[in-house]
């Protein structure tokens, strides 16, 4: 029943030497490959130790800071930025200065008509639980370049707000938490013994979904 509603094409990015591991995996791994292969006729799938393209999904290799370099790739690969697009960052836009993940942002917003962002990282990173985990990161030798922009809910939303999206909305994980339904709760809380609340909580509010989305055609 869904049949119809199905993303037309799904691209996943990730740094050259990353893509290659997943490739890898994927060739390497028949439950992975299996369905690729089966899915497709000879002509349609294309894949080689650095790349993966195929009619419904492609691996691009490519540096998100440089957003020419992506818009290239990713057109080589059939991206039709004139389809409605959901562009979802997991802990990526952190790892950039602010003028980069702001470069970033601002070319989806100028290269799709419509489209939705979803960034999930951390938040309320200015207090003394987030200098802790400042520092837990940098002695990994983890930089976050960009958390001065994950200072609280507002600086997430405005971010999105300034580099050309028309909407924006930010919650922190915790409120999402409190969002889920009760028996799903009951479920998640059953699976391991949870005895730190106090400290499940501060984390879940040190990591927010923020939202933006712009619409030219009044979807």
Not at 56 to 71: C, K, N, P
Request: aromatic share 8%.
């Amino acid at each position: 029943q869904d049949e119809n509603l199905l993303p037309r094409k799904y691209f996943e990015v990730d740094f050259p030497m990353i893509v290659a591991r997943k490739i890898h995996n994927i060739k390497s791994k028949p439950p992975l490959s299996k369905p690729i292969m089966e899915s497709h006729s000879g002509d349609s799938l294309l894949i080689d130790s650095h790349s993966l393209d195929s009619s419904r999904y492609s691996i691009v290799g490519a540096d998100l800071r440089f957003s020419s370099d992506l818009e290239e790739k990713l057109k080589k690969h059939s991206l039709d930025v004139h389809l409605p697009t959901l562009l979802v960052a997991e802990c990526v836009l952190v790892y950039m200065t602010p003028q980069q993940s702001a470069n970033l942002l601002k070319w989806a917003a100028g290269t799709f008509p419509v489209a939705m962002v979803i960034n999930y990282e951390q938040v309320n990173m200015g207090d003394r639980f987030g200098h802790i985990m400042i520092e837990n990161l940098q002695r990994r030798q983890c930089n976050l370049a960009g958390v001065e922009l994950c200072s609280s809910l507002h600086s997430q939303r405005e971010r999105l707000l300034a580099s050309g999206w028309e909407n924006a909305r930010a919650i922190d994980m915790m409120k999402v938490y409190s969002f889920l339904p009760r028996a799903d709760v009951q479920r998640i809380e059953a699976l391991e013994f949870l005895d730190e609340k106090e400290l499940f909580e501060q984390l879940m509010q040190h990591y927010c979904i923020c939202w933006a989305s712009k619409d030219s055609s009044n979807l």
